[in-house]
């Protein structure tokens, strides 16, 4: 596609096929900022590349958004949870603006995300660094005592999660003192998290001026694997508290731009608390179905909403809004399934648990 001089000249930062050909057929200026072993590719196929090892931290870090700067490249889009420090780096000088660093390790450290989070009013479980066994032997008792457990009562349940990790990865369930002793002393310090009983969902939200651009909500096939959109029913009928707990989000975090990907729980009783936040494209081939049930590219939005000289978010006609059918929704969300849970030697279930009601969609 004819690329318009006067929008944003946009880099990105990692490796997907699926996101370089949406910047191939968009109107903006793109550049592929990857390691080197993309180098080959990018020449056949003559895609503009840079070769960057982000596993590389040193003196010469900075060298990346001084060369980014000087070709002219206005804003870097991270597509991997490991390249959203280096995205608030790059654009920290970029666009002028130092805070756009700290911002982004607040994006990536999940026991700093929580504390902002609650100085924001949001709600969260309970939560606690820990730096060796001793830590999470403690925070485990600590949590039963105060739930008022009782000798003989079974122990809720605590989360071990790493800092800087993205989705599942590194997650441990704790239920005993005898099972700390399984946590390999090389996974410390981890965050520690008391256990949420409720029903966990994704957010997509496009941002742009501080403000919702387009708030998708996806539900879980199979936590942690797999998720179908659009969510059914019974969750759409949360989206004006979704949008609320969204917005509430945004001030928090002060976000002016840019996609985030929060994940949220909502009680029996209908109180949302919030899990945790990644400012980057979801996994499970969410962008994917975005595309098939809204009819719009979630990468090309993405590139619309970084975009710093773009002034007007086109909302109405890049957002727009459609929604699959049941015979459409279905298969897919359940072939994503198949492909996740195989891939990842697990088994899967002969009577998947899919929300019935997905047949009122329309």
């Known amino acids: ?36 072993w993309a180098e080959e590719y990018c020449q056949k196929h003559d895609i503009p590349y840079v070769p ?17 700067k000087e070709k002219g490249v206005d804003v870097a889009i991270p597509l991997y949870e490991e390249t959203v420090e280096w995205a608030g780096a790059i654009n920290s000088l970029l ?22 989070a609650q100085l924001g009013g949001i709600r969260v479980g309970i939560f606690e660094e820990a730096h060796d066994k001793e830590d999470v032997v403690r925070f485990l008792k600590r949590v039963n005592q105060t739930l008022l457990k009782l000798d003989g ?7 071990l999660k790493a800092f800087d990790k993205a989705g599942c990865l590194g997650h441990r369930v704790i239920r005993t003192p005898d099972e700390v002793d399984t946590i390999p002393d090389e996974e410390f310090p981890v965050l520690m998290e008391s256990h949420l009983d409720g029903w966990e969902f994704a957010v997509e939200a496009w941002i742009h001026d501080g403000k919702i651009a387009f708030l998708n909500i996806s539900e879980y096939v199979t936590l942690g694997y797999s998720v179908f959109v659009p969510a ?22 002060d976000i002016e731009f840019g996609l985030i990907h929060p994940e949220y729980f909502v009680t029996s009783d209908g109180e949302m608390y919030f899990g945790e936040v990644a400012y ?14 809204y009819g719009f590219n979630a990468y090309q939005a993405s590139m619309l909403v970084f975009d710093p000289k773009n002034h007007q978010t086109r909302s109405g006609q890049l957002f727009s809004r459609k929604k699959w059918s049941m015979p459409t929704a279905l298969p897919v969300a359940l072939a994503f399934t198949h492909a996740v849970v ?18 009122l969609m329309s």
Not at 16 to 34: G, H, K, P, Q
Not at 153 to 159: E, G, R
Not at 282 to 290: A, Q, S, W, Y
């Open 1 to 36: 596609m004819q690329k318009d001089p006067n929008k944003g000249y946009i880099a990105l930062l990692g490796w997907s096929l699926n996101a370089i050909e949406a910047a191939e057929n968009f109107d903006r200026r793109y550049i592929v900022i990857a390691p080197d």
């Open 52 to 68: 960057w090892n982000f596993e590389r931290l040193n003196d010469r870090s900075m060298e990346i958004a001084e060369t980014l």
């Open 95 to 116: 666009l002028d603006n130092p805070r756009i660093y700290g911002q982004s390790l607040l994006l990536r450290d999940k026991a700093l995300m929580k504390r902002r």
């Open 153 to 159: 009562d079974p122990n809720d349940p605590i989360h």
């Open 232 to 253: 059914s029913p019974e969750l759409e009928i949360y989206r004006e508290q979704i949008t609320q707990q969204i917005e509430k989000l945004i001030k928090a975090f």
């Open 280 to 293: 980057r494209p979801p996994g499970f081939k969410v962008f994917e179905l975005l595309e098939r049930v």
């Open 342 to 359: 195989w891939s990842a030697a697990w088994k899967f279930p002969k009577r998947p648990k899919i929300t019935p009601t997905l047949s």
